[in-house]
């Protein structure tokens, strides 16, 4: 980055310009790591003309990179002779009445003439050029390489020396990166079984706990999302009239992961970012993995702006598993028959199908005739029920399945016996099927009494709830209404993050994410060679911070193997972490490099708290206090190498 600035003759009048303070209206916020290395001054214009003009230049150029830092800040002066300031780090033009200072890439404008530039807090401009390993911006490069900038000389010796040591530490990196490092095999491991709080929760403020049925109190095996793929490509065929072919397509348990995003009108199904950005490697149309220069084609750069933000469908359920993998196997086939077709339509027809299945009663019926091999039983779940009902706990059933494919369900995990009388439905206060949630949320339909012996519904009104009946249909408001139960004292616990927990979380209720991906993903990060190759990355990702910082010279030869050197150290760590989860999207809840994905967000946003399964809760006592660290990433269970303390205490 080169900053332009005019020197004029003129100077800020008293009236305009306070006793002791001078003003500059941009600041570049930083990383800490790198704004102590800036040390580079700026001379800011005197008068008001040149200044506007600085102000105009510079904002181009921050726009250029994509920098959105630019603020106002106001900065306290020293009274300091003017002479005594120019020429000290500057590069004037010959001949010219405009200055060039060179600044290093990723550092805060460090001083301007006659006051001091305060630091701010940011990402660096090295995570908006440098993130995912790609190449050098070519906009950046070719501003430096290809101005000729007549009187404008570098140190080629300080650049040497800066390089060199560069070199030496990066040598010494991968020497010392040969053997797993003692601090990474001594950081604390994560609990895989814990609860984790997102916001503080007071369990002994709890006095009523609601559940969801599907993968909350019922779990299912992996033989459940080949069923409902088979009934989907079956229906594809025989009542959307697809080809014959598509009866041989197999479900590909080791293709999807939840919290995936498929654009209807692009076909794309892709893995977003905290902040909605697309993850390069994570991107497919079909089975064929997406370039960048495609994903940059499409949506005009990495970030998914709100302009295409309608187009995306989110996939945020452990059943959104098999639409995941017959969407991309259904395109696929399409594109290798060579067959024009339209991604909304198919979008369409595969969630119809979907939806079919569910709908239909097609996968109850399935799953109960044969119970043992899609259910899994939890001593757990019923040891946790009887447990909050023993603390006098109230307990509700919230959930869109049909009370007889509920029942069949818990009498079965319940291994209840007919001759001993006991019901598991003596232990809720309110069991609610068919629920519709999240219409269930913000809709004003009326609660029907279930009659689940003759299978129909009752035609009075319910104005209370009794004890051990079953009800259909309902809305919150009516809900409220007639238990009388304040949204801070009740806690709802469900799997999926949009239907089952944004509307109790905006409602008032506290909520608790249950997430069976959790588990395997905490003890892969528990793993000493994912922590080894997270800090590699971290490691790498740091000396490539410090190449750019160096003053710009153009790309000489050994700068450039150095360069091609770090990148490569840190594109195979990259890929290594990703390996360990799923080879096609990673991590459900981190993206290539570490940070949150788009999954994370939500949890982050919609749950107060969240776990791997809900027998997890036995572990806290009822007046347990469920805080957020102090330490605080993004979510409380991931774990991080920083690389600074590596660096300082190794290099």
């Known amino acids: 980055l080169f900053a332009h600035k005019s020197h004029a003759k003129g100077y800020i009048p008293p009236t305009t310009r306070p006793e002791g303070t001078a003003f500059c209206d941009f600041s570049l916020r930083c990383s800490a790591e790198l704004r102590q290395e800036a040390g580079i001054s700026v001379s800011m214009a005197t008068s008001v003309s040149a200044k506007q003009s600085t102000i105009r230049t510079l904002g181009r150029q921050m726009s250029d990179l994509g920098t959105k830092w630019i603020q106002p800040v106001q900065l306290e002066t020293k009274r300091k002779s003017k002479h005594s300031e120019v020429g000290k780090s500057e590069h004037a033009f010959t001949g010219s009445t405009h200055t060039i200072t060179a600044i290093r890439r990723g550092s805060s404008l460090a001083q301007v003439s006659q006051c001091e530039l305060s630091h701010g807090h940011a990402s660096s401009l090295n995570d908006a050029r440098d993130s995912g390993g790609g190449q050098p911006t070519p906009m950046f490069e070719s501003k430096v390489s290809n101005q000729k900038l007549s009187g404008v000389s570098l140190d080629d010796d300080m650049v040497g020396d800066a390089t060199a040591k560069l070199k030496s530490q990066f040598d010494a990196a991968r020497l010392f990166f040969k053997n797993v490092p003692s601090v990474v095999q001594e950081m604390p491991k994560m609990n895989p079984y814990g609860v984790y709080a997102n916001h503080d929760l007071r369990l002994d403020g709890i006095r009523v706990y609601g559940f969801d049925y599907d993968y909350t109190l019922a779990h299912y095996t992996a033989d459940l999302q080949a069923l409902i793929y088979d009934l989907a490509k079956e229906h ?123 709908k239909s009663g097609l996968l109850h019926r399935r799953i109960l005739e044969e119970p043992a091999k899609y259910l899994v039983k939890s001593d757990g779940v019923v040891k946790l029920l009887r447990a909050l009902k023993e603390r006098g706990k109230r307990l509700f059933l919230l959930t869109n399945s049909p009370f007889p494919f509920v029942n069949g369900g818990m009498s079965y995990m319940f291994q209840e016996d007919a001759a001993q009388g006991e019901s598991w439905r003596e232990l809720f206060d309110v069991v609610i099927a068919h629920a519709d949630k999240p219409n269930f949320y913000t809709s004003e339909r009326p609660f029907r009494q279930y009659n689940f012996q003759r299978d129909v519904l009752a035609f009075n009104r319910v104005d209370k709830f009794q004890e051990h009946c079953v009800y259909y249909h309902g809305c919150l408001k009516s809900f409220i209404e007639i238990t009388k139960w304040k949204g801070p004292e009740v806690l709802y616990l469900g799997d999926h993050l949009y239907s089952d927990l944004r509307g109790p979380s905006k409602a008032g209720w506290r909520t608790a994410a249950i997430i069976r991906e959790l588990e395997r993903e905490i003890g892969t990060q528990n793993e000493v060679t994912y922590r080894f190759q997270q800090a590699k990355y971290h490691f790498m990702h740091e000396l490539l911070g410090r190449f750019h910082s160096m003053p710009l010279t153009g790309c000489r030869g050994n700068e450039k193997d150095l360069l091609m050197s770090l990148r490569e150290e840190r594109q195979n760590a990259r890929a290594a972490m990703k390996a360990m989860f799923n080879p096609y999207f990673g991590s459900t809840f981190l993206t290539d490099t570490g940070k949150e994905s788009a999954f994370s967000y939500n949890v982050q946003r919609y749950a107060d708290v969240y776990t791997s399964k809900l027998e997890n809760f036995l572990q806290q006592s009822s007046d347990a206090w469920l805080y957020t660290p102090f330490d605080v990433k993004i979510l409380p269970h991931h774990i991080k190498v920083n690389p600074s303390s590596i660096l300082k205490r190794y290099l």
């Open 236 to 358: 594809l065929v025989r009542e959307h009239r697809y080809p014959e072919s598509c009866l041989k397509f197999k479900y590909d348990k080791g293709f999807p992961i939840r919290g995936l995003y498929y654009d209807k009108k692009k076909g794309y199904l892709l893995k977003l970012d905290f902040f909605h950005s697309v993850e390069p490697d994570s991107c497919f149309f079909g089975r064929r993995r997406v370039s960048r220069e495609e994903i940059e084609a499409a949506y005009g750069g990495k970030y998914i702006s709100a302009e295409h933000m309608p187009d995306l469908a989110a996939l945020m359920d452990l059943f959104c598993l098999s639409e995941v993998c017959l969407l991309s196997d259904v395109i696929q086939h399409f594109v290798d028959e060579k067959l024009e077709f339209d991604s909304v339509y198919v979008y369409e027809d595969v969630k119809r199908s979907i939806d079919y299945v569910h």
